[in-house]
Structure formats: structure tokens, C-alpha cells
């Protein structure tokens, strides 16, 4: 049996920043000297992979090292795989999975913003799911169905019922419940009322289907400036800083720290470098 704690990072609607709560969230676990291995699922698009790739190559560039993951991707093409059938989706996605459970502590898994064959094996797996959701009815749309009238909240939605399977599913077989927790991701100045409305809505419906709600990360333009050398707030030091730094980077890592204390990773937030201002 595997030994390593998975993370799966999920929600089936798109830009709602499952990969970059992924990074980050590895990047936090990497510079507390957890063995983070990384499966990136979202075989089209492999925003995780190519992150990875981005900081393997700027760090060979400028001589500089830090902490990497266990990688194990599913495919030298994942346009590909994505076009194969679900069995052979499947029986790469159990293989990797095999191959890094056994060497890591943490299994962090990324995953489409769509229903696929995989993404609901690895939510299957899971020990916490991390869902972010921006500050939306219409990304609440996939957790809650709400009264177009009222706004009161009818039932639970799509993705709601996936992980509501999963649960289930992994309860029966192991015993163990598997931790949901839903983060109000990107969040941005809007009018009070709406804002409100959302988080009485996602309060309702978190204890109807049983999640807890967490702080995400805001849309911060150090996130997406990052991102090309494949590098996070978590890694930023006197040897690498490949921008101007400023308090809106201080900022970023306080947000990155509440984040794993929401993540119940408060443990090693609190031991690696973002704790560095």
C-alpha cells in the first residue's frame, strides 16, 4: 500500500487556478524537505509539467539550485493519451501512481478542468481534495445549484457529486474519510452584497455535502510573473530573484502560508522559506 498522503487539486470547470494552487502548494511542501511527487493529469494542457519543466531549465541556467519534485509523466505525448481510450489513460495513470507513492511523502495530483476517466480515479486515491473556485456564482454553479429567483440553495451540482462518489467509494473500501476542503480563490474587490450572497450560498451548501472553506490565493501579478522560470514566492531568496522584489511579494507569501494552514500543512508552512521575509 502506498505510503505517501495525495493531494488531489480538482474542480470541472476551468480558470478557476487548480494549477496554480498546485505549484504553490508543492513548491511549500519542497522547501519544508517533504518528497513531493507531481502527476499532472491535464494531459492537453500540462500547465504543472511545464512549470517543472521551466524551473529545471532556469535553474540550470543561472547556477543556481532548488528543491525539485518526483515527476512521472504519464506520457512523451499527452495530446495523445488524451485522444486514447480510458483503459490506456488509466493503466499509465495507475502506473505513475504506483511509481511515485512508494518513493514520496506527498502525492500532489493536478487535474482537468473536465470530467475524464483519470481525474475521477485520483480523486478515487485521495487523501485531501483541494478545490479553488473563483469569486463567482457561475464557479459555484459547478458545487450548488441555487433558486434563479431566490438565490436560496436547491441541491449540490456536478463536481459536488463526483467528490460526494469518491468519498463515498474510498469510505466503503478503506474506512477513511477523505478531507474536502473548497478555497475562494482569486479573490477581488466586488460589491459587498453579491460577495455576501456567494458566501452564505457556499456556507450552506459546505454543510450539506460536508467540505471545509479555505482562503485561496488572490490575483496577484508576482503569481503569473513567476511562472516562466518556473519559480514561486516560496523560492524567492538572495540567489534567486529573478524580478524586483516589493511588499506585494511579502504579501504573497503570507498569503501562501495561510494557505497550507487552511491545507491542515500548517506544519511545514510555518518550517520552510516563505517563514524567510
Excluded: C
Amino acid at each position: 500500500m502506498p505510503q505517501a498522503s495525495v493531494i488531489v487539486v480538482g474542480n470541472e470547470k476551468g480558470g478557476a487556478g487548480k494549477s496554480t494552487i498546485a505549484i504553490h502548494t508543492a513548491a511549500a511542501l519542497l522547501h519544508a524537505e517533504a518528497k513531493v511527487a507531481v502527476l499532472d493529469l491535464d494531459l492537453r494542457q500540462q500547465s504543472m509539467g511545464h512549470f517543472f519543466a521551466n524551473r529545471r531549465a532556469w535553474l540550470a541556467a543561472n547556477d543556481v539550485t532548488a528543491p525539485m519534485p518526483i515527476e512521472h509523466p504519464l506520457s512523451a505525448d499527452g495530446k495523445t493519451l488524451a485522444k486514447a481510450s480510458d483503459a490506456e489513460a488509466l493503466a499509465r495513470f495507475e502506473d505513475a501512481f504506483a511509481d511515485v507513492a512508494q518513493r514520496a511523502d506527498f502525492v500532489l495530483i493536478d487535474t482537468p478542468g473536465s470530467d475524464t476517466a483519470i481525474s475521477r480515479a485520483a480523486h478515487g486515491l485521495a487523501d485531501l481534495i483541494v478545490t479553488p473556485m473563483n469569486d463567482s456564482f457561475v464557479d459555484f454553479d459547478m458545487l450548488g445549484v441555487v433558486d434563479p429567483v431566490t438565490l436560496e440553495l436547491k441541491r449540490h451540482s456536478l463536481y459536488s457529486e463526483t467528490v460526494w462518489e469518491s468519498r463515498k467509494a474510498r469510505a466503503v473500501k478503506d474506512r477513511k474519510q477523505i478531507d474536502w476542503v473548497v478555497l475562494r480563490n482569486r479573490l477581488a474587490p466586488t460589491e459587498a452584497r453579491n460577495r455576501k450572497r456567494l458566501e452564505e450560498r457556499i456556507e450552506a451548501l459546505s454543510r450539506k455535502v460536508g467540505f471545509r472553506i479555505g482562503p485561496g490565493l488572490r490575483d496577484r501579478v508576482i503569481y503569473r510573473e513567476l511562472f516562466p522560470f518556473g519559480l514561486t514566492v516560496a523560492d524567492l531568496s538572495p540567489s534567486i530573484r529573478p524580478v524586483v522584489m516589493s511588499l506585494q511579494h511579502v504579501a504573497a507569501r503570507q498569503e501562501l502560508r495561510a494557505l497550507m494552514t487552511a491545507l491542515g500543512l500548517s506544519g511545514f508552512s510555518d518550517a520552510e522559506q516563505i517563514a524567510a521575509e
